[in-house]
């Protein structure tokens, strides 16, 4: 389910520096993105570039994007953050997360026409320098059938109630992905 945004008011800064973040993204070499470890919901197209993991700042990639980086330190209880990309005619299937004490944010930073993300029963599109909220842990699906790659800002934050809770444990594929650094 998506989750109203406006619970969340630093939401509203993220999204004034979106062209920031968005220039910082662009910036990056096309070959640090890493693709997602869980294949078997994509095949191909979906790759990342990851800021902070599961709790773990990732010190180069955040030098890399200083602004993004600052941006980031507003967003109270960050679990998870970086860039996810998605070519041209990617279909990540429909998968359940399993971090059950966290919401999921996107910013639209590059959004071409014909994508979207189902979360249960609501389809939404991107728009750059836009965001909202979901629960990963529903029934959800993102697609790319535009002619140019969707680029969106990542990120996961506790959810009201979950502040000071443990993170739920990664799956083994993930967990080896995250220690490798991406």
């Not at 990732?58 to 890399?64: F, G, H, R, V």
Request: net charge negative; with cysteine.
């Amino acid at each position: 389910m998506f989750v109203d945004q406006r619970r969340f008011p630093f939401l509203a800064d993220l999204r004034t520096q979106w062209e920031v973040i968005r220039d910082e993204c662009l910036a990056l070499p096309r070959e640090t993105y890493q693709p997602w470890v869980q294949r078997e919901m994509y095949g191909r197209g979906w790759s990342v570039y990851g800021l902070v993991a599961f709790g773990k700042r990732i010190e180069e990639a955040l030098d890399a994007c200083p602004h993004t980086a600052s941006a980031l330190t507003k967003v109270p209880h960050l679990t998870t953050a970086g860039f996810s990309r998605m070519a041209p005619g990617t279909h990540i299937k429909p998968h359940e997360g399993w971090v059950t004490t966290v919401y999921r944010a996107h910013l639209g930073l590059v959004v071409p026409e014909d994508c979207a993300l189902r979360v249960g029963d609501e389809t939404r599109q991107w728009s750059e320098g836009e965001s909202f909220v979901f629960d990963d842990t529903v029934t959800h699906e993102a697609w790319n059938y535009g002619s140019s790659d969707r680029v969106v800002l990542l990120f996961d934050f506790a959810r009201p109630g979950y502040e000071d809770m443990p993170q739920d444990e990664l799956p083994a594929s993930v967990a080896g992905f995250v220690r490798r650094g991406g």
